[in-house]
T-cell receptor, first 111, second 115 residues
Framework: SQQGEEDPQALSIQEGENATMNCSYKTSINNLQWYRQNSGRGLVHLILIRSNEREKHSGRLRVTLDTSKKSSSLLITASRAADTASYFCATDLNTGNQFYFGTGTSLTVIP | KAGVTQTPRYLIKTRGQQVTLSCSPISGHRSVSWYQQTPGQGLQFLFEYFSETQRNKGNFPGRFSGRQFSNSRSEMNVSTLELGDSALYLC????FGVGSYNEQFFGPGTRLTVL
């Protein structure tokens, strides 16, 4: 079964607005990674946050991790039409060599 | 540095046939993982290879198999294809594997259609 669940499943915003998507997972993890996928293509790695980190930034991306709640959030600031894609969280479990993806959030940024 | 490459990009097969997909990881990366992506099941982990050894396997039938060569290139084989095997198959490489703090980098995928 899926380890992670993203929320919301779909999100539609205007260009320039911020987009926030959340990920919840079930068991303890080594790290959590966020990926972007454009229309059935390969996944692009966005950011990795380790289990002992609480927040990480990369350009317009901000990721938080709350291990007590087993959840993470991805914030995209000042969104652009090119940000339109599906976003997935993926967890690297503490058991090692297991990597599970969430169900994904489909983001549409309207120009 | 070249990214992860997968061949072929598109494949059409009929039920009962078998198929082999290929993945070349980023130079220096020793771990290769395979995933299946379908609209219904999402992204599911198939297996991971490191230094020619399968380290972990997801919950897929034995029809799905793989191997890794000494140059870290990997192949995935699906025998006796079923309609439900139609999917995007993604390969990912990382330096040491999913158990560490390494990032995984994905290839463009192979879209398999089973008729």
């Amino acid at each position: 079964s899926q380890q992670g669940e993203e929320d919301p499943q779909a999100l539609s915003i205007q260009e320039g607005e911020n987009a926030t998507m959340n990920c919840s997972y079930k068991t303890s993890i080594n790290n959590l990674q966020w990926y972007r996928q454009n229309s059935g293509r390969g996944l692009v790695h966005l950011i990795l946050i380790r289990s002992n980190e609480r927040e990480k930034h990369s350009g317009r991306l901000r990721v938080t991790l709350d291990t007590s709640k087993k959840s993470s959030s991805l914030l995209i600031t000042a969104s652009r039409a090119a940000d339109t894609a599906s976003y997935f969280c993926a967890t690297d479990l503490n058991t090692g060599n297991q990597f599970y993806f969430g169900t994904g959030t489909s983001l549409t940024v309207i120009p | 540095k070249a990214g992860v490459t997968q061949t072929p990009r598109y494949l059409i097969k009929t039920r009962g046939q078998q198929v082999t997909l290929s993945c070349s990881p980023i130079s220096g990366h020793r771990s290769v993982s395979w995933y299946q992506q379908t609209p219904g099941q999402g992204l599911q982990f198939l297996f991971e290879y490191f230094s020619e050894t399968q380290r972990n396997k997801g919950n897929f039938p034995g029809r799905f198999s793989g191997r890794q060569f000494s140059n870290s290139r990997s192949e995935m084989n699906v025998s006796t294809l079923e309609l439900g095997d139609s999917a995007l198959y993604l390969c990912a490489s990382s330096l040491f594997g999913v158990g560490s703090y390494n990032e995984q980098f994905f290839g463009p995928g192979t879209r398999l259609t089973v008729l």
